[in-house]
């Protein structure tokens, strides 16, 4: 009768233990709208799940949910709390951001993408979160793209080439450089501009290299104009809802924000540089011509750049950000982590 009460007893305190061990599991859910073939999806989810169960020993994971809702929509969602954490691309919300623009103006100097997203996310932190320009969820990682170039059906080779061509444009410095440029834009995604191309509806497209491939742009553009650095970049956030902090014990919040930060920056942007790699691989085989824009257009190209950023700076100063002291610190840490090593060991390779 003692061994059955004795028995009962290690069982309900097995049970209890149990309970307790699958109460403290914490699930970061994350919402994603690219598609399943994507890096973000393929790469920088995957490795960054592993990273924080390692880094929490299995108490804290990671579940990826597509097509919750739109690209502009994301942020909102995980503010909601409809997901815990997401990725931004701050072009598709016109209006919101403006000091997050920073690492989007040409710098004519080619650097990857990884080593971007390490300026900019210290960056980040140090100027441009004082803009308040995400209210509501917590930036654990910053992102910048690769070059943007512009693919075309027929080549161009200088910016006159370019004036009343219809062009595919996001939004960010990438739409006010199309207006500057005498470009007809004509706002897409790029999962549009194949179908677009291929119906003649737009003449080219500002995009990325990885879209060569992974949008068949190449399919329908065989030509690319390109300056060092690119026309232009893109910026991103990876965020997360405040409250799922409050799910997780402080050694183990300790323990994510130790994976996140730089080095989830830092894979975010080795992901786009492998993209990229990748995408202009792809075109090559197809026989695809890259021409690079001439010296004096460069000059042209420097003048409409530095008037974008001189209009940043005035308008950013009104969100209490320091526009000169933020660019010259992005562009000193950009030299910074280009002396670092990349994340790409710590990276599993498929």
């Not at 919750?68 to 815990?84: K, Y």
């Not at 598709?92 to 989007?104: K, S």
């Not at 085989?285 to 974008?308: A, K, N, Q, V, Y």
Request: hydrophobic fraction near 40%; charge should be negative; glycine fraction near 10%.
């Amino acid at each position: 009768m003692k061994k059955t009460r004795l028995s009962l007893m290690i069982g309900a305190l097995a049970a209890a233990t149990l309970s307790t061990s699958a109460l403290a599991q914490t699930t970061i859910t994350v919402s994603t709208w690219a598609g399943p073939n994507h890096g973000i999806n393929s790469m920088v989810w995957p490795t960054w799940k592993g990273w924080i169960e390692e880094a929490t020993d299995g108490r804290v994971t990671v579940e990826v949910i597509h097509d919750l809702g739109p690209p502009d929509s994301q942020m909102e969602m995980v503010a909601d709390g409809i997901a815990d954490a997401t990725w931004v691309f701050h072009g598709y919300n016109a209006g919101r951001f403006l000091a997050t623009q920073l690492p989007e103006f040409p710098t004519f100097e080619a650097f990857s993408s990884e080593n971007a997203s390490a300026a900019y996310w210290h960056t980040h932190q140090e100027y441009l979160a004082k803009a308040g320009e995400h209210r509501g969820v917590d930036v654990v990682a910053a992102g910048v793209h690769g070059p943007g170039w512009i693919f075309s059906s027929e080549l161009y080779e200088t910016l006159d080439d370019l004036e009343g061509e219809r062009i595919r444009v996001g939004g960010g410095v990438m739409g006010d450089l199309s207006n500057a440029l005498g470009l007809t834009g004509v706002a897409l995604p790029p999962t549009g501009v194949y179908e677009a191309g291929s119906q003649g509806v737009i003449d080219g497209a500002m995009l990325v290299p990885e879209g060569l491939r992974s949008f068949r742009v190449a399919e329908v553009f065989p030509h690319t104009l390109m300056v060092d650095g690119g026309f232009y970049r893109g910026s991103f956030t990876i965020v997360v809802n405040p409250m799922i902090w409050d799910q997780m014990s402080e050694e183990d919040r300790e323990a994510v924000q130790e994976v996140s930060g730089e080095r989830l920056s830092r894979l975010f942007g080795y992901m786009m540089d492998v993209s990229d790699e990748r995408g202009v691989e792809f075109a090559e085989e197809m026989g695809h011509t890259f021409t690079s824009l001439g010296d004096e257009d460069l000059e042209t190209l420097r003048g409409i750049s530095d008037d974008l950023i001189e209009t940043w700076s005035e308008n950013v100063s009104d969100r209490g950000v320091d526009a000169d002291a933020a660019l010259e610190y992005f562009h000193q840490q950009l030299e910074e982590a280009a002396e670092q090593d990349s994340v790409a060991p710590l990276v599993p390779q498929s």
